[in-house]
C-alpha cells in the first residue's frame, strides 16, 4: 500500500499502539477474552500490514511496552519474551505483505499473517531459550505455551484481521491494495 | 473527557519518586542484569537485600509492592512445575513417562520462581513510583544514541506521545461501542470457537475504524500545516541528572559488579 | 406506567480516587407513549441516565421500574429489557461493522428466535421506516455510505428489534437542517404509533416542537419536569435565563424590551406567529 503518506503512516501507528493499551482492558470484562484471543496481537499485525515492516516492528515493541507501564498487564517481567514476539508479528508481517502479490486480497492476507504468527512464535520461543530462561526452556514447552494453549487465538486472529483490513478498505480509511479488482 | 490511565502509580514523595525516571529505567536495567547474572547463594542474597532496601526506600506499604507477585501465583506454580519436570539430571529421585523429578530440576525451578519474583517486584517498584508519561519521555531520550545506526529516534518520541494521547479517547470510545452492540443484543459467551470469533466482530471492527478515522483526521490535520518530519521541531531541553540520580546509578552498578565476582 | 425512576443516584470514580457524582437522587415516571426530552449541559448526566435505563450500568443507589419490574433486581432477565429497550447511542453510525446493509441491521435480531423470513421481513420494514429502498440498499456496505445514510442503517438496526421503548442520545447532532427534520417527524410518526421515545438534546426547537414532557438535568440533578411548554416558560423565569431558551422565546424577550410585550407562553415558532398576528390585528394581550 505505497499510497499511504510517510505522516499517516505514523498516525496510524500511533492508533495501533493506543489501542494496545485499550483492547486487552476492553475485553478485560469479557471471561476468557483477554487469554483465548490476545487482543494486543491485532493492531500490532495491523500496524505491520497497513503501514509496512519498520512501523509493525515500532508497534510491536511500543503497545505492550506502554501497555505493561500504563495498565501493568504484561507484568514487567514477561515483557521481554512479549516483546520479542510482537515485532516479530510486526515487522514479518509487514515484509510479507510488501513481498507476496498473489492479486488476490485474501491470499495475500492469510499468506502474511500464518507466516507471521509462525515466525513470532518461532523468534520467541528461540529468544526464550537462549535468553530468557536459558536452559530451563524445551521444546515441549514451546509447543504447549505457544500452539497449545493459543491456537483459539490463532483462529480468531486469521478471522478477525483480514474482516478488519476489509473493513477500513470500504471505509476508505486505507487505500485499496488491487483497486481494478474492486 | 476521561484522563489517561495513572497505572499502578501510587503518588509519594520519597527517595525513589524523585529519582529521574532515566536515571531508574537505567537503574533498572542493570539490576535485573544482577538477579539474572545470580548464580550463588550469596549471589541470590545480595540482590534479595538490594530489592528489600528499595521496597523501604519506596515507602510504599509492602501489600501494593509485592502485589503483582500474588496475582500471578498460579504461573509461578507452573513455570515451577515445568522446570521440575522436564529439566531432569543426575541422581532421578522419580520418573513417569518423559517427566522426572531430579535435584538439579528443583533447584532450576526455584530458580526461575526466583528470577521472575525479584524481577516482577522490580518492574513493579518502577511503576508504581512513576507516571507513565514520565517513563515514555525518559524511553525517548534512553534511545536517542539509536539514531547513529539510523533510527528515526524523534519520529518515535512523537508516534508514542500521539498514542498516549488517543487512549484516553479510545478507552471512551472502545466503551461506548461495546455498550451500543450489547444493548442491541451482542452476546460474547458463546461456547463454541467459531462463534466466539464471530462475536467479537461486531466490537473490533468499529473499534478499529473509529480509531482510524481519529487517525486520519489528525493525519490530514498535521499535514495541512506543513507538517513533514521531525528534524524542523523545536527540542525541549531535558533537565540533567543530579548527585543523587548518578549515585544510585553508581550503586546499582556495583551491585551488579559484585554479582560478578561472587558466581562461581 | 413505562418507566418508573426512585432515588436514581451514579457515582464513579476517576484515577487518583476522585470521586465524580453524574447523577444525584433522580425520581420521575415515564407514561406508555410518552415523548420525553432530556435537557441540559454537557457533562449533566443526560447521557449516564440513558445507560442506566438501559441496564449498561447499574446504579450506586435508587430503582429503575421497567414496565413495572426493577431492571438491576436479582434474577431480573436482562436480555428481556434488551427486547423492550431499544438505544440509539450518540453517532451510532460508529457501531456499524458488518459486510452488507442486512446483515448489520439483522444483528441484533441474532437471537430473537425469529425464522430465516421473518428476520428479513423486520429488516425490510427498519429500513424501509427509515426511508431507504431495501432493494437497492441491501447488499451494499454500511461504511462506504455517506454519513447521515449510515446514521439511519445504524437507527434500522435499533428499529428493527422493535423496541416498546427507544432511547436517543443526541441523535440529530451533525445533521444538516435537512436531514434533522426528516428524522425527527420520522420519531414523532413512530411514537403516535404507540412507541414510548425518550429523547436527550441540545437543541431546543426541536424539543420544544416535538416532545410532550421535558426533563431537565443540572449538574446531576433534576431540575424541572413536566409538560414540555410549561417546562420552558418556567426556564425562561429562572435567573439564569440563557438556560434553555427557544429562538422563539429569545425573540418574544427581544420583541419585549422595544415595548412590545407578548404572552409569556410563547415558545414555538408557531406560538411566536399567531401572538404576533394577535398583537398586529389588535387583539387583546393574553
Redesign the interface.
Known amino acids: 500500500m505505497s499510497k499511504l503518506s510517510s505522516v499517516k503512516r505514523s498516525i496510524i501507528t500511533a492508533a495501533c499502539i493506543g489501542l494496545c493499551v485499550v483492547l486487552p482492558m476492553a475485553f478485560h470484562a469479557i471471561p476468557n477474552a483477554g487469554t483465548l484471543f490476545s487482543p494486543m496481537h491485532i493492531p500490532v499485525l495491523l500496524a505491520g500490514l497497513i503501514c509496512g515492516w519498520s512501523f509493525g516492528l515500532l508497534c510491536g515493541l511500543a503497545g505492550p511496552l506502554l501497555s505493561a507501564l500504563i495498565t501493568g498487564m504484561p507484568p514487567l517481567a514477561y515483557l521481554p519474551s512479549m516483546l520479542v514476539e510482537l515485532a516479530a508479528y510486526g515487522l514479518v508481517c509487514g515484509l510479507m505483505f510488501e513481498l507476496v502479490r498473489t492479486e488476490k486480497l485474501y491470499a495475500d492476507l492469510y499468506i502474511s499473517l500464518v507466516v507471521a504468527l509462525l515466525a513470532g512464535r518461532i523468534v520467541a520461543g528461540i529468544a526464550k531459550a537462549l535468553l530468557f530462561s536459558a536452559g530451563s526452556y524445551s521444546l515441549a514447552a514451546w509447543t504447549t505455551s505457544y500452539f497449545v494453549l493459543t491456537w483459539p487465538a490463532i483462529v480468531i486472529q486469521l478471522a478477525l484481521v483480514p474482516a478488519i483490513v476489509a473493513a477500513l478498505m470500504k471505509a476508505k480509511l486505507i487505500p485499496e491494495r488491487y483497486p481494478a479488482a474492486a | 473527557m ?7 502509580y501510587i ?1 509519594g514523595h520519597s527517595f525513589l519518586h524523585r529519582l529521574d525516571a532515566r536515571a531508574k529505567i537505567l537503574c533498572l536495567f542493570i539490576l535485573m542484569a544482577a538477579v539474572i547474572g545470580a548464580a550463588s547463594l550469596w549471589g541470590y542474597a545480595l540482590v534479595l537485600v538490594a530489592i528489600a532496601l528499595l521496597v523501604l526506600l519506596s515507602r510504599l506499604p509492602l501489600r501494593s509492592a509485592v502485589a ?1 507477585v500474588r ?2 501465583y498460579w504461573f509461578l506454580l507452573v513455570i515451577f512445575l ?2 521440575t519436570l ?2 531432569g539430571g543426575e541422581d532421578v529421585l522419580a520418573s513417569w513417562g ?1 517427566f522426572q523429578i531430579a535435584p538439579a530440576g528443583i533447584k ?1 525451578g526455584f ?2 520462581v526466583g ?2 519474583v525479584l ?2 517486584i ?3 517498584l ?2 508504581m513510583t512513576t507516571l ?1 508519561t514520565q ?2 519521555t525518559a ?1 525517548a531520550s534512553l534511545i536517542k544514541p539509536l539514531k547513529f545506526i539510523g533510527v528515526p529516534t524523534e ?2 518520541a ?3 506521545s ?3 494521547h ?2 484516553p479517547t ?2 471512551e ?17 458463546s461456547r463454541k ?2 462463534e ?3 462475536s ?17 483526521a ?2 490530514l490535520a ?2 495541512a500545516r506543513g ?3 521531525a528534524k524542523n521541531r523545536t527540542k525541549r531541553e531535558k533537565a540533567p541528572l543530579v548527585a543523587g540520580d548518578y549515585c544510585a546509578l553508581m550503586v546499582c552498578a556495583l551491585i551488579c559488579l559484585v554479582q560478578i565476582f561472587l558466581r562461581p | 406506567m413505562a418507566i418508573k425512576i426512585e432515588n436514581l443516584s451514579y457515582s464513579y470514580l476517576q484515577p487518583f480516587g476522585e470521586k465524580v457524582e453524574a447523577l444525584k437522587n433522580v425520581s420521575c415516571s415515564i407514561a406508555d407513549g410518552d415523548f420525553v426530552g432530556i435537557m441540559g449541559h454537557t457533562g449533566c448526566g443526560k447521557t449516564t441516565l440513558l445507560q442506566l435505563l438501559a441496564g449498561l450500568r447499574a446504579p450506586t443507589s435508587g430503582q429503575i421500574y421497567v414496565n413495572g419490574e426493577e431492571i438491576n433486581a436479582k434474577g431480573y432477565d436482562k436480555s428481556s429489557l434488551r427486547q423492550t429497550v431499544g438505544v440509539v447511542f450518540q453517532n451510532p453510525e460508529y457501531q456499524l461493522f458488518a459486510t452488507t446493509v442486512e446483515k448489520d441491521v439483522a444483528f441484533g435480531l441474532k437471537h430473537s428466535g425469529l425464522s430465516r423470513q421473518e428476520v428479513t421481513a423486520r429488516v425490510q420494514w427498519a429500513l424501509e421506516t427509515m426511508g431507504f429502498d431495501f432493494a437497492k440498499i441491501r447488499s451494499q456496505s454500511p461504511l462506504a455510505l455517506s454519513g447521515g445514510e449510515k446514521r439511519r442503517v445504524a437507527i434500522a438496526g435499533v428499529l428493527a428489534r422493535k423496541p416498546e421503548i427507544l432511547l436517543f442520545d443526541e441523535p440529530i447532532a451533525g445533521l444538516d437542517p435537512y436531514g434533522r427534520e426528516n428524522f425527527l417527524r420520522f420519531v414523532g410518526e413512530i411514537n403516535q404509533a404507540g412507541t414510548t421515545v425518550l429523547m436527550v438534546s441540545h437543541n431546543m426547537e426541536a424539543l420544544a416542537e416535538y416532545t410532550k414532557h421535558l426533563l431537565v438535568l443540572e449538574q446531576g440533578r433534576l431540575i424541572d419536569s413536566g409538560p414540555t411548554r410549561e417546562v420552558f416558560v418556567r426556564l425562561k423565569q429562572r435567573k439564569n435565563g440563557a438556560f434553555g431558551q427557544t429562538k422563539a422565546q429569545k425573540i418574544a424577550t427581544l420583541l419585549a424590551e422595544v415595548k412590545l410585550p407578548l404572552s409569556s407562553g410563547v415558545v414555538t415558532y408557531a406560538d411566536l406567529l399567531s401572538a404576533l398576528k394577535q398583537e398586529l390585528t389588535g387583539g387583546g394581550r393574553g
Open positions: 476521561r484522563s489517561l490511565p495513572t497505572g499502578q503518588p503483582p496475582g500471578v515445568m522446570n522436564f529439566f518423559i532450576q530458580r526461575v528470577n521472575v524481577i516482577l522490580l518492574g513493579n518502577l511503576t507513565p517513563v515514555t524511553l519520529d518515535v512523537l508516534i508514542i500521539i498514542a498516549l488517543f487512549i479510545f478507552m470510545e472502545t466503551e461506548l461501542i461495546k455498550m451500543a452492540q450489547i444493548a442491541r443484543g451482542a452476546r460474547f459467551e470457537l467459531s466466539r470469533a464471530a467479537f466482530i461486531p466490537l473490533v471492527v468499529p473499534v478499529f475504524i473509529s480509531a482510524f478515522r481519529r487517525a486520519d489528525l493525519a498535521m499535514e507538517y513533514r518530519n
